[in-house]
């Protein structure tokens, strides 16, 4: 007789930072002048949602001459008003570290202002219309 196999745990990878300069997709070009932009992005593990990051690199503290601008692009677009949920948690690895934290983007996924407390590797758990999503972003030290 063969012993089944123990079922495994879902794995959970380490926080790694997932932008990079590339072409944005062509569903979230909206807005944009060029028929190929490239910007810094990083596309939720799913495929649901991009984060355009304007504001690259994200610093904590946030830099006094300019922002933490996201642009979250949702795939498709939510019909409505919603409001996108964001919860953060600060990485190691794959262990978190310290609290996680709560960010709303009203009438997103749209344009954001995104400031955490802290540098390091933050995953972002992204929840809009029913949907949901994740993204590893890396947040710098500000010099």
């Not at 810094?40 to 504001?55: D, K, Q």
């Not at 006094?64 to 948690?89: D, F």
């Not at 407390?117 to 995953?123: N, T």
């Amino acid at each position: 007789m063969i012993a089944a196999l123990p079922a495994s745990a879902p794995v959970t990878p380490p926080c790694a930072s997932a932008v990079h300069t590339a072409v944005v997709p062509a569903w979230a070009r909206a807005g944009f002048s060029a028929k190929r932009p490239r910007m810094p992005l990083a596309l939720g593990r799913s495929g649901r949602i991009v984060a355009i990051v304007f504001g690259h690199p994200l610093l904590s503290p946030p830099a006094k001459t300019r922002s933490n601008k996201i642009l979250w692009v949702a795939h498709p677009q939510p019909n409505g008003y919603t409001t996108l949920r964001i919860t953060a948690q600060r990485m190691t690895g794959t262990k978190a570290v310290g609290k996680p934290v709560q960010r709303t983007v009203a009438g997103g996924p749209g344009p954001s202002i995104v400031d955490l407390p802290a540098p390091g590797c933050w995953r972002l758990t992204l929840r809009w219309a029913g949907r949901a999503d994740q993204v590893d972003l890396a947040y710098a030290r500000r010099s």
